[in-house]
């Protein structure tokens, strides 16, 4: 089957330092992926939707500026949380379309666990 | 918002049927019927979908309802590795780059 692929897993980083996630789709090209968030105990948030070769589109709330998305290829797209701060400690989670028509399912990565110090 | 209503929790001994129940009373023609589920600090995992008919594959069964206004999955033999957070979730398909909107979905206790 599809998959997915995020990295890294897990990452701690000194609060005003910035960090890339990865998301990469292994076995398909994916001219759409996704980012989500994900806090304790609650459930998945969209934060934005990642459009190769253009700009992202971000849900209501989410500063584009601080959450900066790139997908400069069709297997690729990158979140980098600039200036990151404790509040943005979180579990963020990628997610990557594979257009197969009625069967259409969207994969996800395994997550990458923020912990801003 | 989601436009799915799911019990916040269930439990369900090792074994047996789990079925876990789902409204969408307001769910449109072009809408499909998504289960993912949600094992703790893991990415969510497709389980099944379906649009008016019921659906089984390897891992389980969706049966929805006739009006389609309801669906219920189910693991016919659970195990303490189904233990998790499962989500039922309606969206058009067919269209590549439409984000899932996740509700709060289920909590799955198995227990031995």
């Known amino acids: 089957g599809a998959v997915v692929s995020q990295h890294p897993s897990w990452v701690i980083c000194k609060s005003g330092t910035s960090v890339k996630i990865e998301c990469r789709s292994l076995?398909?090209?994916?001219?759409?992926m996704f980012w989500y968030r994900q806090f304790p105990k609650q459930s998945l948030m969209l934060m934005a939707t990642s459009n190769e070769g253009s700009k992202a589109t971000y849900e209501q709330g989410v500063e584009k500026d601080k959450f900066l998305i790139n997908h400069a290829s069709l297997t690729l797209s990158t979140l980098t949380v600039t200036s990151a701060h404790p509040e943005d400690s979180s579990f963020y989670i990628c997610?990557?379309?594979?257009?197969?028509?009625?069967?259409?399912?969207?994969?996800f990565g395994s997550g990458t666990q923020l912990s801003v110090l | 918002d989601a436009k799915t209503t799911q019990p916040p929790s269930m439990d369900c001994a090792e074994g047996r049927a789990a079925n876990l129940p789902c409204n969408h009373s307001t769910i449109s023609g072009n809408e499909y019927v998504y289960w993912y589920r949600q094992i703790h600090s893991q990415g969510p995992q497709y389980i099944i979908h379906?649009?008016?008919n019921n659906e089984t594959n390897e891992m389980a069964s969706l049966i929805i309802t006739e009006d389609r206004k309801s669906s219920t999955l189910i693991l016919p033999h659970a195990t303490l590795r189904d233990t998790a957070v499962y989500y039922c979730i309606v969206t058009p398909t067919g269209q590549a780059g439409t984000a899932l909107i996740f509700g709060k979905g289920t909590t799955l206790s198995v227990s031995s």
């Open positions: 997610s990557a379309s594979k257009p197969t028509g009625p069967n259409e399912k969207l994969f």
């Open positions: 076995d398909f090209q994916a001219t759409t």
């Open positions: 379906g649009l008016k």
